[in-house]
């Protein structure tokens, strides 16, 4: 297709050059160009047209002149015309300006070398230019009803040898517009997907990077954003999530991901007609890619099976998903507005006795003494998985354990007051024995004979 489409490009720059005499061919070229890339053919004509208009004033026109093409594809007639600008006398530099100004060029020699468009930036005037200026008395007598600052739009002869230096110069600028306009098209087309899943074959695998074919344009899948432990091959077929979409020097660039949590639930949306359609809905998804993953779901119509939906006859549903990411676990729990009974369903495939509530997003779960490994999971990975999914601290401990625990502290609390009041006995049977040991002499302050002895 491309290797056609080329023939076609080429094809158009051959009948420009036969000075468009097979206008019916060129137009069908033209159209192809545009249907296959999805470019606009008005876009294509309008760069043809600028090119032609390029290449007159590049042999009859003079420096400075506005020149404009338009093209018939109907007859393949080109007609031009010269475009001036309208001013009055307040809005250019007078001849005694310019002469001050020529002056000034020792002390300010960008002034003399800056671009007329620029010399009436302070003072809002430019230069005059014959070329591309024209004067409002003047402009009247071709246009009564000519205002200041329009443009007056003058008709120029065609040349009868313009075709083949017009169609050259043409025949390059469609390539490149072709290519701009090709991009802004991929840009917005996947602009738009981003979020959404879509169906690539890698084409070519350069050091740890995978570039996939998705259609109009290449997508990157880093290795950031890779499965751990999954293999890729030139030829496969393989679904992937686009994060972002960024515009370049070298065109759009569409990065890619299988690792992103949200793939999960996009592909249960290509599987299950109930996700589609918002019957359930999925309310979390915690993943550790290529290893396991918990996905929380909810029904949002009466009598729908959220669970049973996920899973599908006979586990058609999930087994489809679970073999897209290459046998990936999945948990599918019930959401539920119940914090408790949520951490209770996120902790599965564990059975859960109880779950407590406590301050700072912090629960801890308490389950059977033989279900302690499975709550936990192989490094932690069950109990940590339920935590991202739920947003809650989980802390798993042993039931009877936490009932002993439970049972001790009772009892130490209740041991407590015996041991206070035999405290108590001790330290009042102390301080009996101490007064015992040292006798208080009571004396009578008013009593020298006393005061004296005492000293």
């Known amino acids: 297709m491309v290797t056609n489409l080329r023939i076609r490009i080429f094809a158009i720059g051959s009948l420009l050059v036969d000075l468009f005499m097979d206008i019916k061919n060129f137009t069908s070229a033209l159209s192809q160009i545009a249907e296959e890339k999805g470019i606009p053919a008005e876009k294509v004509i309008e760069t043809i047209e600028m090119a032609i208009a390029a290449a007159y004033k590049k042999d009859y026109g003079k420096k400075g002149q506005i020149i404009k093409a338009k093209f018939d594809t109907k007859t ?81 002869e065609a040349q009868g040898d313009y075709g083949r230096i017009a169609a050259q110069t043409a025949k390059q600028v469609v390539l490149q517009r072709i290519r701009e306009a090709e991009r802004e098209v991929v840009f917005s087309e996947f602009k738009s ?22 259609g109009k344009t290449l997508g990157i899948l880093s290795q950031e954003e890779q499965v751990p432990r999954e293999f890729y091959r030139t030829g496969q077929r393989l679904k992937v999530y686009i994060i972002k979409v960024e515009e370049t020097s070298r065109g759009p660039v569409v990065f890619l991901s299988r690792a992103y949590p949200k793939i999960i639930s996009k592909l249960f949306e290509l599987e299950v ?54 046998g990936e676990k999945i948990d599918i729990i019930e959401w539920s507005e119940d914090p408790e009974a949520y951490i209770a369903h996120a902790m599965s495939p564990a059975k859960v006795v109880e779950v407590k509530v406590m301050p700072k997003n912090k629960a801890l779960v308490l389950v059977p003494e033989d279900q ?16 991202k999914l739920t947003g809650w601290k989980i802390d798993v401990r042993s039931f009877e354990r936490a009932e002993e625990e439970r049972q001790a502290a009772e009892k130490a609390k209740e041991e407590k007051p015996k041991k206070e009041v035999k405290k108590e006995v001790k330290k009042k049977k102390s301080a009996k024995k101490s007064e015992a040991r040292n006798p208080k002499s009571e004396t009578n302050p008013n009593d020298q004979s006393s005061k004296s002895k005492t000293v």
């Open 76 to 156: 393949g007639d080109v007609k031009f015309w010269q475009v001036k600008q309208v001013l009055t006398e307040d809005m250019i530099y007078s001849d005694a300006e310019l002469l001050e100004m020529k002056a000034q060029a020792d002390e300010d020699e960008a002034k003399l070398h800056r671009p007329e468009e620029e010399l009436g930036d302070k003072e809002g005037k430019i230069r005059f230019n014959p070329e591309k200026h024209i004067m409002l008395a003047e402009a009247k007598k071709i246009n009564p009803k000519i205002k200041v600052g329009e443009d007056l739009e003058a008709s120029l």
């Open 193 to 214: 997907k981003e979020g959404e899943i879509i169906s690539g074959i890698v084409q070519r695998i350069e050091g740890r990077t995978v570039f996939f074919d998705i």
């Open 273 to 326: 007609p109930e996700v589609s359609s918002g019957a359930v809905a999925i309310k979390s998804v915690a993943r550790e890619p290529g290893s396991r993953s918990k996905i929380a779901v909810a029904s949002n119509v009466e009598g729908v099976d959220p669970i049973g939906s996920m899973v599908g006859q006979r586990g058609t549903r999930v087994t489809a998903v679970i073999n897209e990411l290459g």
């Open 372 to 387: 302690l490994s499975l709550a936990i999971g192989k490094d932690g990975q069950n109990v940590r998985l339920a935590a």
